[in-house]
């Protein structure tokens, strides 16, 4: 039962257009969501995150928002660059007392920007 | 300040054997998590440690198992290894436990069970 759900494995984009890369989820007890990178050969790093008291996180060229509606969270990239080609996972945490898993991700996106 | 170090790097083990995983934490950092990452299966949590005690486990077979020293410093052993071990493996750090508390991954290590 995958809780968290990237449901495109990959997506291409051209340099300085807009990448959106999608999330969904199941578990409503969910309250913390997180965006990672991976480059290859590298662990994940931390990109952004949001709490689900709001519906939108900026910092710099990375915007997360989050529906908690349809349990939809997407990431856009504004504008790509060709540093961004990366595997993007997105994670999701939910209070310790309903949490068994400390985070649960996606099955991870893999971003192509190309010029 | 280092960031997190896993060892081996790589490994290749057979069907049967064991392998244990090393990492060492960002200094300071009392919470350690190890995932396995595969192909189409994203991340998937194995457990985490916080001051030497494991506070969750995920869902894999008891054939995983772990432990973390004084200093922090964690340890995840497999024992009788299967093909579908084959995975990388990454140990994260944190300050404190709970999913809240950013974490920084290691590089990992890339197990091959042949």
């Known amino acids: 039962d995958q809780q968290v759900k990237q449901n495109s494995p990959s997506l291409s984009v051209q340099e300085g257009r807009i990448s959106i890369l999608n999330c969904d989820y199941t578990n409503s007890m969910f309250d913390y969501f997180l965006w990672y990178k991976k480059y290859p050969a590298e662990g994940p790093t931390f990109l952004i995150s949001i709490s689900s008291i709001k519906d939108k996180n900026e910092d710099g060229r990375f915007t997360v928002f989050l529906n908690k509606s349809a349990k939809h969270l997407s990431l856009h990239i504004v504008p790509s660059q060709p540093g961004d080609s990366a595997v993007y996972f997105c994670a999701a945490s939910a209070p310790q007392a309903y949490n068994t898993d400390k985070l649960i991700f996606g099955t991870g996106t893999r971003l192509q920007v190309f010029p | 300040k280092a960031g997190v170090t896993q060892t081996p790097r790589y490994l290749i083990k057979t069907r049967g054997q064991q392998v244990t995983l090393s990492c060492s934490p960002i200094s300071g950092h009392r919470s350690v998590s190890w995932y396995q990452q595969t192909p189409g299966q994203g991340l998937q949590f194995l457990f985490e440690?916080?001051?030497?005690?494991?506070?969750n486990k995920g869902n894999f077979p008891g054939r995983f198992s772990g432990r973390q020293f004084s200093n922090s410093r964690s340890e995840m052993n497999v024992s009788t290894l299967e093909l579908g071990d084959s995975a990388l493996y990454l140990c994260?750090?944190?300050?404190?436990?709970?999913?809240?508390?950013?974490?920084?991954f290691g590089p990992g290590t890339r197990l091959t069970v042949l």
């Open positions: 994260a750090s944190s300050l404190f436990a709970g999913g809240h508390d950013e974490q920084f």
């Open positions: 440690y916080f001051s030497e005690t494991q506070r």
